[in-house]
């Protein structure tokens, strides 16, 4: 069984452009979730999609966005990107229903804004 | 508002001996799950265990155990018989109240010594 996939795996980018990250999950979850881990900061929750809603949101500008496709891919947006937004972003992937499932990680992206 | 606290941002720990990784967490929700991963350097997060608040007794999985005390609020990860492979990021992570997301601490870097 394949595992989630994020791609690409490194994206470079100046300040101002637009960036997008792909996720695809794990067959049958249905809940993708994004985190940023900026160096020295830890993981921090972006955005939860499931059945193609955006269920929560964490605490990050609208320049951060997304949207869940009908096969449970995801897409992350990030427009005007700023150098802050330098980080590695990971996409985990969960069955939704029950919030104590695990939720598994891709190997994620690292976005570098030059 | 809910919070996981690690206060060991380093450990060290001789291959072959055992160590525990501390985190505490603070939240009003009956019922809570407790995460732990692995990030090595490539960055993926790994799947360790998981203890949910009303399991009487503590996780394991193979060399993974949880101390689990509920009253302390308080679910440390013990790795036995330590590996030059386990040196990584080790998180502890909890569902965010209703949230499907995680929120994680800040993390422990374990340096295992040959």
């Known amino acids: 069984e394949a595992g989630v996939t994020q791609s690409p795996t490194h994206l470079i980018k100046t300040r101002g452009q637009q960036a997008t990250l792909r996720c695809s999950p794990i067959s049958g979850h249905t809940s993708v979730y994004w985190y940023q881990q900026a160096l020295g900061l830890g993981l921090q929750f972006l955005l939860w999609?499931?059945?193609?809603?955006?269920?929560n949101r964490g605490n990050f500008p609208p320049r951060f966005s997304g949207r869940q496709f009908p096969n449970y891919s995801s897409e992350l947006n990030v427009n005007a990107l700023e150098l802050e937004d330098s980080a590695l972003y990971l996409c985990a992937s969960s069955r939704r229903g029950d919030r104590n499932t695990e939720a598994f990680f891709g190997q994620g992206t690292r976005l570098t804004v030059v | 508002a809910q919070k996981i606290t690690q206060t060991q941002p380093g450990m060290f720990v001789q291959e072959k001996e055992a160590v525990t990784l501390d985190c505490t967490y603070d939240t009003s929700d009956p019922s809570y799950g407790l995460f732990w991963y692995k990030q090595p350097s490539s960055g993926e997060m790994i799947f360790l265990i998981y203890q949910g608040s009303y399991d009487q007794q503590n996780a394991t999985e193979g060399r993974y155990s949880l101390n689990f005390q509920k009253a302390r609020k308080s679910a440390n990860l013990v790795i036995s018989a330590s590996q030059l492979g386990d040196s990584a990021m080790y998180f502890c992570a909890s569902p965010w109240g209703s949230q499907g997301n995680l929120i994680f601490g800040k993390g422990t870097k374990l340096s295992v010594k040959p």
């Open positions: 999609y499931d059945e193609g809603e955006e269920r």
